[in-house]
T-cell receptor
Framework: GQQLNQSPQSMFIQEGEDVSMNCTSS?????WLWYKQDPGEGPVLLIA?????ELTSNGRLTAQFGITRKDSFLNISASIPSDVGIYFC?????????????FGTGTRLTIIP | EAGVAQSPRYKIIEKRQSVAFWCNPI?????LYWYQQILGQGPKLLIQ????????DSQLPKDRFSAERLKGVDSTLKIQPAKLEDSAVYLC???????????FGDGTRLSIL
């Protein structure tokens, strides 16, 4: 089935660094969602994007809905230890039915002491 | 508001046994989802309910998996008989309406011996 490709797969950074990750698809999406999942917990919604070109911030997090509607980006500024986890992009694609969420492969963020 | 509640948190069974998971969505949320998350992957939708009706079960292995939401509130997911490849985290999510951002529970981690 359809899969969203996220890159990088994993990141190892030092506290205080900025982080950038992206999500791409071969088909268009109407909505882009970014979730964070901590070990042993369910995904938590961070940011929702509803319009091509939209740039939305949530604290130190900023996400953008790509103009082509086939990609999205998430940036984290000045990373802190609690940013560690797996970040998933997700979205409903008209190709698969507008209400079914497809999840990306995830980006695992690790902070090196 | 209280989040999505799931139980049990962990379950270990032998292959060919049966198992059931329970989910109580956020109060007032009409739509309920069951996802399967295999280690290292993003969640994959198994079934979606709108109130007590099934909206999408196209990815549910119906020969062994079943789910119900009889009164349109809480839901159970059952596997009978379990196979080794069913080892995964089973996540429940809910949303106020279909197409709205989904809120996840912490999942049930199932291990098949």
């Amino acid at each position: 089935g359809q899969q969203l490709n996220q890159s990088p797969q994993s990141m190892f950074i030092q506290e205080g660094e900025d982080v950038s990750m992206n999500c791409t698809s071969s088909s268009i999406f109407n909505t882009w969602l970014w979730y964070k999942q901590d070990p042993g917990e369910g995904p938590v919604l961070l940011i929702a994007l509803y319009k091509a070109g939209e740039l939305t911030s949530n604290g130190r997090l900023t996400a953008q809905f790509g103009i082509t509607r086939k990609d999205s980006f998430l940036n984290i500024s000045a990373s802190i230890p609690s940013d560690v986890g797996i970040y998933f992009c997700a979205g409903p694609s008209p190709y698969f039915g507008n209400e079914k969420l497809t999840f990306g492969t995830g980006t695992r963020l690790t902070i090196i002491p | 508001e209280a989040g999505v509640a799931q139980s049990p948190r962990y379950k270990i069974i032998e292959k060919r046994q049966s198992v059931a998971f329970w989910c109580n969505p956020i109060s007032g949320h009409a739509t309920l989802y069951w996802y399967q998350q295999i280690l290292g992957q993003g969640p994959k939708l198994l079934i979606q309910f709108q109130n007590n009706g099934v909206v999408d079960d196209s990815q549910l292995p119906k020969d062994r998996f079943s789910a119900e939401r009889l009164k349109g509130v809480d839901s159970t997911l059952k596997i009978q008989p379990a196979k080794l490849e069913d080892s995964a985290v089973y996540l429940c999510a809910s949303s106020r309406f279909s197409g709205q951002p989904q809120h996840f529970g912490d999942g049930t981690r199932l291990s098949i011996l």
